[in-house]
């Protein structure tokens, strides 16, 4: 719990498309809104060693959620995502359900 906020989330994403080693990202309860969660989408299309994400208990909404589900049609290397406690409707997760690979462990 750092309150990184969008900010943050950005920069951080960032930095994940280059990186090719860390596998787990803890980032509960850190403000991070639908376009921090936007740029962790963009991130997931192009990052492979990411296999663990922490997201919850911040303040994403239907458009981060959205962007993270398309992103999981192309991110192989995810195997947990977490995303509970936001401001996610239940139509959106959903969303997420659908998107989401079998070897996937998504919470909502």
Same mark, same amino acid.
Request: glycine fraction near 8%; avoid cysteine; aromatic fraction near 2%.
């Given at each position: 719990?750092?309150?990184? !906020? #969008?900010? !943050?989330? $950005?920069? /951080?994403?960032?930095? /994940? &498309?280059?990186? %090719?080693t860390?596998t787990?990202?803890?980032l509960?309860?850190?403000?991070? !809104? %639908? #376009?921090?969660? &936007?740029?962790?989408?963009?991130? @997931? &299309?192009?990052?492979?060693? @990411?296999?663990?994400?922490?997201?919850?208990?911040?303040?994403?909404?239907?458009?981060?959620a959205?962007?993270?589900?398309?992103?999981? $049609?192309?991110?192989?290397?995810?195997?947990?995502?977490? /995303?509970?406690?936001?401001?996610?409707?239940?139509?959106? $997760?959903?969303?997420?359900?659908?998107? &989401?690979?079998?070897? @996937?462990?998504?919470?909502v």
């Amino acid at each position: 719990n750092n309150s990184i !906020g #969008d900010d !943050g989330a $950005k920069a /951080l994403a960032s930095g /994940l &498309k280059l990186n %090719n080693t860390l596998t787990t990202l803890h980032l509960h309860q850190n403000s991070i !809104g %639908n #376009d921090g969660a &936007k740029e962790f989408a963009e991130s @997931l &299309k192009i990052n492979h060693s @990411l296999t663990y994400l922490e997201l919850s208990s911040n303040s994403i909404g239907d458009d981060g959620a959205n962007a993270l589900a398309e992103s999981l $049609k192309i991110n192989q290397s995810l195997t947990s995502m977490y /995303l509970g406690s936001n401001s996610i409707s239940d139509t959106v $997760k959903q969303t997420l359900r659908d998107a &989401k690979r079998s070897a @996937l462990s998504l919470s909502v």
